[in-house]
């Protein structure tokens, strides 16, 4: 086991520590590269601050050359094939060539799945509606600006959207034809539309993203995130389906989910990613990654 870091203040400590918790005998470097020399590895985690899903890729190849599995904290790389094919197929050529597997893990993909396992008893869908509100306030300022624009003026919004360091959340549009190809649905149109919600400061203090999927002019499917400095910390799925059977269906959750939720899926995920075929994997093709209580090397 092994810890990275390229912040000087944590290199050299223990990463329990660094991290709130006891001593676990893992002192945090800031070489990677040294590192898989010397520690024999099953999965490297990538949980630092976003990049592009390409830089990403690129960043974490010395892992895969030391034959090391990878997952990514990374909603964007969740669904390669939908929003990147040429990244993809690069992705999957070269794990398979020192067979191991590269996948996205995170809070999303539970929302995914969600949709689909809900469906499983239907005998007929005729529309989907799929909400998920967010109180973001387990996130720092820093991440909630760099993705939702949260705490930024609008002209501040608009400036660092066109720099690309606050993303632009077209991103949002490849999940909803991902999402319909499960049932076979191959949309013709898909449109996002965004709107800002500001406080009595004229600061963004949310973000409402709407992206509808449409078959010859008929909305199929619509996924919208409300994300947002919600004071009654409300976080919940809501998922409707027209169709045979109706479907209303509420999850709510504490206000921590979005944050545990991604640490979950990645660390659980680390017992199931070697039993999956050398490649890259859209999440949607693996299976359901429940917390392990016992030895995870049981289950590897």
Partial sequence: MGA????????????GVVSGGEPIGVTITDDARALAETVKADVALNVAAPLGVRETFHEMIWAIEKSINVIVASMETCNLWFTDKELAQEVDKTCKKFG?????????????????????GSVDVRHISFTHHADV??????SNAAEWG??????????????????????????????ADSFGWKLDDVILSKKLHFDEDDKIDGLTATVEGFINGVSKIDMNWEMLIDPERKYFDRLIVDGTPMINALNEYTPDRGMAATIGAITNGIAYISKLPSGYANTLSVPACPIIYDEYGLHI
């Fill in 137 to 142: 306030q387990a996130f720092t300022d820093e």
């Fill in 100 to 120: 191991v597997t590269y996948v996205g893990f995170g809070a999303t993909q539970a929302e995914e799945r969600y949709i689909t396992m809900m469906t499983e």
């Fill in 4 to 15: 990275v870091d390229i912040d000087p203040e944590k290199v050299g400590r223990d990463a």
């Fill in 150 to 179: 949260i705490s930024l003026t609008q002209e501040e919004y608009d400036r660092r959207v066109a720099e690309g360091t606050v993303k632009s959340k077209e991103d949002l549009k490849s999940i909803v034809p991902y999402v």
